[in-house]
């Protein structure tokens, strides 16, 4: 079978940034699609199958664009890009043109904030059009991270008059009787990828001079009860390992002006074996309801490092076996007439 080429060209200035350091980013194409690049002044030769040649070309493209826009090119984006065309070929050019044009907001460090996965922009865009969010996915899809940046953007906007985070403190296979210090001393390690968060966004002398005020609050979801939230940006993280009556609870705290984002990963539950997960039900019973957007994540919108993502599809393979396995097998009745 003969081999097919075509030939692409590239604007000049970006081809550091978009192939990588030793060409980095251009094996990892070359190895996906089993394509060779020639880059000859700004024509970039492909060959290879005539359909791997195609998809490379079109990362290729897409990668130069985000250049373009000023995007920095890594080897997560590089990743996402070839997942995107490989499942969406389709969408891939619209949908990828649309990444990076929106900032939340800034860290301190001045790293700006934004959607960098088509399901993460759909997340952001449904926190900006709903009152309740429900972002459901795999760790490392910026769920909580997300939200929290929407959360002090619209604080400091003045949308809202206050944040509260809650997390429910339930044991990861330990106990809470056992550590030191009173109860909010036992509680704090709970709550703390969300201060982590607030310090990264806020910095640490906002963030503890609103905490003062009462303007910003971390909290256990137990103390949610029996209060009123209104004109407040909530945001409940870990809500898989909420019960139905915690998560109740929590929704119908909800006042006026406030908006309520609610974030879990429903394969990460610590809840005993047998007790059904609070973000499970309300999933279900709530579907259907206006104002209220569900956001489903997978791993294609993994933004750690991409090991994760590639753990995240080993564990969703393994348990998704494991369900196959265990499903009952239908009895025929000769089988029944046999066992008597």
């Known amino acids: 079978m003969s081999e097919y080429s075509e030939s692409v060209t590239v604007a000049s200035n970006y ?56 995007s920095s090119i890594d080897e997560q984006k590089v990743d996402y890009t070839i997942s995107i065309v490989n499942e969406h070929p389709q969408e891939a050019k619209e949908s ?8 939340i907001c800034h860290t301190m460090s001045g790293k700006p904030i934004k959607p960098k996965t088509v399901g993460q922009r759909t997340y952001v865009n449904s926190i900006e059009k709903s009152m309740i969010v429900f972002g459901v996915g795999p760790a490392g899809t910026g769920k909580t991270y997300l939200a929290m940046a929407k959360a002090i953007t619209a604080f400091k906007n003045n949308e809202v008059g206050r944040i509260i985070l809650t997390r429910p403190a339930i044991e990861a296979g330990e106990k809470l009787g056992f550590l030191p210090g009173d109860l909010q001393s036992k509680v704090d390690p709970y709550l703390r990828p969300l201060y982590d968060a607030l310090y990264e966004i806020m910095g640490a002398d906002a963030f503890m001079k609103n905490m003062e ?19 407040a940006y909530i945001v409940l993280d870990e809500a898989q390992n909420t019960t139905p009556a915690q998560m109740k609870m929590f929704l119908t705290r909800i006042g006026f002006g406030s908006k309520a984002i609610i974030t879990g990963d429903l394969s990460q539950k610590d809840l005993p074996h047998d007790a059904q997960s609070g973000l ?39 348990e998704d076996k494991r369900s196959r396995q265990a499903k009952p097998r239908k009895t025929t009745t000769a089988q029944k007439n046999r066992g008597k």
């Open 213 to 231: 005020k009462g303007l910003i609050e971390v909290a256990p979801l137990a103390y949610m009860r029996g209060r009123t939230l209104d004109n």
């Open 15 to 70: 081809i550091q940034t978009v192939f990588g350091q030793f060409d980095a980013n251009i094996k990892k194409i070359e190895k996906e699609y089993s394509v060779s690049m020639i880059l000859r002044d700004d024509k970039l030769k492909v060959s290879g199958s005539e359909e791997g040649v195609k998809k490379s070309i079109q990362v290729i493209e897409q990668l130069f664009q985000m250049a373009d826009r000023g």
């Open 280 to 318: 499970d039900v309300a999933l279900k019973v709530l579907k259907d309801i206006d104002d209220i957007s569900i956001c489903h994540l997978t791993s294609l919108d993994v933004v750690r490092h991409p090991l994760v993502q590639k753990i995240v599809n080993a564990y969703e393979k393994y």
């Open 96 to 103: 990828l043109a649309e990444l990076d044009r929106d900032i």
